[in-house]
């Protein structure tokens, strides 16, 4: 069996809902050993963020919300009350022996537990801390809570994001998926690589300060530079380009289509696919720059145009043309793609923790590496199904275990 990439790292996961567990997700699904640390009884926010709920094995809906599927596979789930001196004697027992610490808590918030990464870090020199917060460790927000709802109005990414005011529908919107959460998890987990990295060459740790508003303005891209190089706001387009045309949505005789037009050799192509060759020689549309500049003028030529063939239709005569094109499906139909499947990218994995869901379906890894390819080895856990083995690997005994249980500690 191929070792996985992250095969013996020791990862003590202390956070919940999306940023952290999308971070500690995608170290476990490397092959590092995640424990998640819950709450008895409670446990992850997530797992209540219902509907929709997990179907059990006779197809009804579970008490287990899918929301917390989409994050948690490959962990190992242990219920530990860290407001206790018994439940914070075993965080610091684990925290010795691990990796990698996660957390999400507001700044400042685990030090009353003793837990917070000076006092982690002096027990076990080697370890990488990394916190997760809305707004970092310093600064004046640094005491804010910071959800990702919040970093989406605040940096700006509402604000080119939708309609323009005055048209239909006008107005601020949020992205559709918790963008800023799942991004502060991908950059969480590339900045633990990397400091993993520097511990084998110097064998220190560090720690990690990670802010959902910083990665909010990172994700601003393009958007941002902008900003910062004319001093003028980027507004919002609805489905265009600032800087590229065309480039967006087009009705089409049975729905709508997308064409991402890139450069002047593709717009060529489609000029003579659609049968408007000129339209590509037109001193108005000649390159992108001037596309740009008269849009007004050619994307109600153009809409015209595509209203006369199906989406099916103009996907086929495009693609033929190597002209960056597809359909606008809806999630149901994404799944249905034939790349979608082809790359296997619905997953679904068998669970056996006596609570009536006997497999959970999610979306595969996206990372392929050809020697070291992610393996998914575990379903998300019911709470608290490896309390007892993971106990157990620390030492503690059924007589110890029972008396920590009875006592509402684990």
């Known amino acids: ?128 801390y990394c916190s997760v917060t809305g707004f970092g460790n310093d600064g004046p927000y640094a005491e804010r809570a910071g959800y990702d709802l919040m970093i989406q109005a605040m940096t700006g990414m509402m604000s080119i994001t939708g309609r323009p005011d005055g048209e239909p529908g006008g107005g601020p919107l949020r992205v559709g998926v918790a963008l800023t959460d799942i991004f502060t998890g991908v950059y969480a987990s590339t900045a633990i690589l990397a400091a993993l990295q520097v511990r084998h060459r110097t064998g220190e740790g560090q720690h990690i300060d990670m802010a959902l508003l910083d990665v909010g303005m990172a994700i601003l891209a393009n958007q941002a530079s902008a900003f910062l190089n004319t001093g003028k706001a980027p ?87 190597a002209v960056p094109c597809g359909p606008i499906n809806d999630i149901a139909q994404a799944f249905d793609d034939a790349q979608v499947k082809a790359r296997g990218l619905a997953v679904t994995l068998p669970r056996d923790a006596g609570d009536g869901i006997t497999a959970i379906t999610g979306v595969a890894s996206p990372l392929r590496l050809s020697a070291t390819p992610p393996v998914l080895r575990r379903a998300p856990p019911a709470l608290g199904q490896h309390t007892r083995e993971v106990l157990g690997e620390l030492g503690i005994d059924a007589a110890r275990f029972e008396a920590l249980r009875a006592a509402g500690v684990v």
């Open 235 to 321: 507004a919002r387009q609805g489905n265009t380009h600032p800087s590229l045309a065309p480039y967006q949505d087009f009705p089409t005789l049975d729905g709508a289509m997308l064409l991402a037009i890139g450069n002047n050799g593709q717009f060529a192509r489609f000029c003579e696919a659609a049968g408007q060759p000129g339209w590509a020689s037109d001193a108005r549309f000649a390159t992108n720059t001037l596309r740009v500049k008269h849009r007004g003028v050619l994307i109600p030529m153009m809409e015209e145009l595509t209203r006369t063939r199906t989406t099916a239709d103009w996907v086929a005569l495009l693609e033929d043309k």
């Open 1 to 128: 069996m191929t070792q996985a990439a992250l095969d013996g790292i020791k990862v003590l996961d202390l956070s919940r809902v999306l940023a952290g567990p999308w971070c500690t997700q995608i170290l476990a699904d490397l092959g590092a050993d995640v424990v998640k640390i819950e709450r008895p009884g409670v446990g992850d926010d997530t797992r209540t963020w219902g509907p929709p709920f997990v179907k059990d094995a006779n197809g009804n809906d579970s008490d287990q919300a899918s929301y917390f599927t989409a994050c948690n596979r490959n962990k190992r789930s242990v219920t530990i009350d860290m407001a206790t001196p018994d439940g914070q004697a075993l965080l610091r027992q684990m925290a010795a022996q691990a990796d990698v610490v996660v957390e999400n808590f507001k700044t400042g918030g685990l030090k009353q537990y003793g837990l917070d990464q000076e006092t982690l870090r002096r027990a076990n020199p080697r370890l990488i």
